[in-house]
Nanobody, 125 residues
Framework: QVQLVESGGGLVQAGGSLRLSCAAS????????MGWFRRAPGKEREFVAR????????DYADSVKGRFTISRDNAKNTVYLRMNNLNDEDTAVYYC??????????????????WGQGTQVTVSS
């Protein structure tokens, strides 16, 4: 059974930083794109960042570009999201996800087949 478990969320002041982790178990995803999405209160789920299987290709939403960094450790089957200079618009539940198909690079949440339970990030101003 595949499981994705996020951790690292919490309460942080505006301008602060957090690092989210997402550990996958049940199978190896070394050739699948891994991504982060978020859902803010009253809003739709939105794409945040994704990383190719090799780590050589990244993609970020404009709202987080330059502040967030996605990385992965295939040996640990883990993906990370480093978030710097947080602001109140970053407050959301953050979800990690794994693309359904190997080598598929996509922002579309419909293309992701495995999801974590989410971790809450709250930024206080």
């Amino acid at each position: 059974q595949v499981q994705l478990v996020e951790s690292g969320g919490g309460l942080v002041q505006a301008g602060g930083s957090l690092r989210l982790s997402c550990a996958a178990s049940g199978r190896t995803f070394s050739t699948n794109t891994m991504g982060w999405f978020r859902r803010a209160p009253g809003k739709e789920r939105e794409f945040v960042a994704r990383l190719s299987w090799s780590g050589g290709s990244t993609d970020y939403a404009d709202s987080v570009k330059g502040r967030f960094t996605i990385s992965r450790d295939n040996a640990k089957n883990t993906v990370y999201l480093r978030m710097n200079n947080l602001n109140d618009e970053d407050t959301a539940v953050y979800y990690c996800a794994v693309a359904k198909l190997p080598l598929l690079a996509t922002r579309n949440p419909q293309d992701y087949g495995y999801w974590g339970q989410g971790t809450q990030v709250t930024v206080s101003s």
